[in-house]
């Protein structure tokens, strides 16, 4: 399934928070994927979903909110996932640190998993950083987490950090059911692009790994927003479909 990471368009939703998902919906998009925007409350933003056929595949936050804090939200939102969506280089910089950083998702996911809720952590470019034995911390954090934390692949920072995407999704294999799809001339602090105009190579990675969800996320753009996001619904599903022929 196809969604959008509001994140995406958080402008947008500033300034007209429904007549923004009602375009999103409109383009085609099955599903959305929150990050905090709910034009009041998750329970509001969940009503407008819901009229418009929107899933919400997973709910975007940080470390800040108690379980049950986070329950509430997911709860709220009809979805079952929390996506921890950023965690800072230091946690990255060695094993311990790395270990360490794992506990602390280790911790929030037995408290979510205890109610039958799943936790999962979104990279950027830094975890692919190696670390002194050469190994990649994204990677690594297979050791030392849960076997039911999830992860939410981002292709493209995985491609900004210098990293093999289809490596690294072959290391994770069914624990990554999310991926974030973006484009973009591959170099940090430059602009993503729509989907198909950088330089992202997706029908390997479409062809070798089966995701539940396929969400789109452009932190920021040269181009107009919302042109950028009917640009990429248009061409992920035009690659979705030629791997299903």
């Not at 969940?46 to 709910?59: I, N, T, Y």
């Not at 946690?91 to 506990?103: H, K, P, R, W, Y």
């Not at 996911?109 to 994204?138: C, V």
């Not at 789109?216 to 030629?242: P, Q, R, W």
Request: charged content about 20%.
């Amino acid at each position: 399934m196809i969604g959008l990471q509001l994140y995406t368009v958080r402008e947008a939703l500033k300034v007209d928070y429904e007549g923004t998902i009602r375009k999103v919906a409109a383009i085609g998009y099955e599903g959305v994927e929150t990050a905090g925007e709910y034009n009041g409350s998750p329970a509001v933003a969940k009503a407008l979903f819901d009229e418009l056929g929107l899933r919400v595949s997973s709910a975007h936050g940080g470390l800040d909110k108690t379980p049950e804090q986070i329950l509430e939200i997911i709860g709220a939102l009809g979805t079952d996932t929390y996506v921890v969506a950023y965690a800072g280089a230091d946690n990255f910089a060695s094993v311990e640190s790395l270990q360490s950083f794992c506990n602390q998702l280790n911790t929030l996911d037995s408290a979510l998993r205890a109610q039958g809720a799943k936790l999962a952590y979104h990279n950027h470019d830094h975890e692919l950083n190696p670390l002194p034995d050469g190994t990649l911390p994204f990677v690594r954090m297979i050791d030392f987490l849960n076997p039911s934390v999830l992860f939410e692949v981002d292709t493209y920072w995985v491609q900004v950090g210098g990293a093999n995407v289809l490596s690294v999704l072959k290391s994770f294999g069914e624990r990554a059911p999310i991926l974030h799809i973006k484009d973009g001339p591959g170099i940090k602090g430059q602009a993503p692009t729509a989907v198909g105009d950088g330089v992202m190579d997706f029908p390997p990675i479409l062809a070798a790994h089966d995701a539940e969800w396929l969400i789109v996320e452009l932190d920021f753009c040269d181009t107009d927003m919302m042109e950028a996001v009917e640009k990429s619904y248009n061409t992920l599903k035009t690659l979705v479909s030629a791997k299903g022929q």
